[in-house]
């Protein structure tokens, strides 16, 4: 079995790397730079705003309202990352809710600067059908992998990701220097808050993790890459 990636690079990377300097220099000029702090809610679900963000330093977490009315994190952004780009494209209410995850700062392109720039520079639009067809075949992976894991074994992936990703070495195992609660953890990995709490006590008595509030420390990645991988050693 493929081992279920929660959080993987989705393609070809961020649009600002696939931009080049007369394109970012058009993207700058046509922006205004926005800061937002963290926790501020940056775009709600069923909003009919349609401006876009470029991500310049900051995380921000992509949530939505499960069936069960909570809000499920679908994905965590990154500086270099764009959001907002489905509505000002379709014209259509946002389909998530952008949380800072921490201090943010973006620049913000209203729907007509930001479709001035596609029509002008027609790098920008190539790299943006590439984000958004990566997102797309992310997203399709995702949900045939996961049908074929185990909750544990998608958690235990996810908290893999995450410390490849945000990991940080302090002196007994690798922190993950990212704010995430058991919720945010429940939505990226597609399952209950139940199973992340019995997979996570787990973990812990087993020795991999030890955890805090918001805090999360790998202790041993190997065993953690383990249980990932699950069924397919």
């Not at 989705?10 to 970012?24: C, D």
């Not at 992976?141 to 958690?155: L, M, N, P, Q, Y």
Request: proline share 3%.
């Amino acid at each position: 079995m493929t081992r279920p990636d929660a959080l993987p690079a989705e393609g070809p990377g961020r649009l600002w790397e696939l931009l080049g300097e007369t394109e970012r220099q058009a993207v700058r000029a046509a922006a205004e730079v926005r800061r937002f702090a963290a926790g501020a809610v940056i775009i709600r679900e069923g909003d009919r705003s349609n401006w876009v963000l470029i991500l310049m330093a900051g995380r921000v977490k992509i949530t939505a309202v499960s069936a069960g009315g909570y809000d499920a994190v679908l994905a965590v952004r990154d500086p270099g990352d764009i959001v907002g780009e489905m509505a000002a494209m379709d014209g259509r209410d946002r389909s998530a809710t952008v949380v800072a995850v921490e201090p943010v700062t973006a620049l913000w392109l209203s729907s007509g600067a930001f479709a001035g720039v596609l029509q002008e520079y027609p790098a920008v639009s190539a790299a943006l059908l590439r984000i958004v067809a990566a997102r797309l075949r992310h997203a399709n992976a995702r949900r045939t992998e996961f049908g074929d894991s185990t909750a544990a074994e998608r958690i235990a992936a996810l908290l893999l990701d995450l410390a490849e990703r945000y990991g940080v070495a302090v002196p007994d195992g690798t922190l993950i220097a990212l704010r995430i609660s058991q919720r945010d953890l429940a939505g990226l990995a597609s399952a209950s808050r139940e199973a992340v709490g019995r997979t996570l006590r787990t973990l812990r008595a087993e020795g991999v993790l030890s955890t805090g509030r918001q805090r999360l420390i790998v202790r041993s990645l190997p065993e953690l890459q383990r249980l990932a991988v699950g069924k397919a050693t």
